[in-house]
């Protein structure tokens, strides 16, 4: 499988047309974005609507930062429990 950095190649590709590098500033967002579905998960599914919200940004659909960390740990930690993976 190959990987490819979406960022790495949006920038480069703004470097080969001739924009100086100087000049690109590429930005990371520190939120996440989340949606609610009826209960198929296949890639493609229709949404419901948005996620609810978080403790911290407390906005329906967007978690930030550390809401989304928290997230993955808890993946994390459920995927290791089931599998016995360290």
Known sequence: ???V?????AVQYWISGGFP???IS??????GKAWTFSGNT???SAATGAAPAGPIVQQSGTLG?????VCILAL???IRAYTGLY
């Open 1 to 3: 499988m190959m990987f």
């Open 5 to 9: 950095c979406l960022q790495d190649y």
């Open 21 to 23: 590098s100087t000049k």
């Open 26 to 31: 590429l930005g990371i967002p520190l939120y």
């Open 42 to 44: 296949a890639v493609r």
């Open 65 to 69: 930062y550390i809401e989304v960390g």
């Open 76 to 78: 994390f930690i459920i």
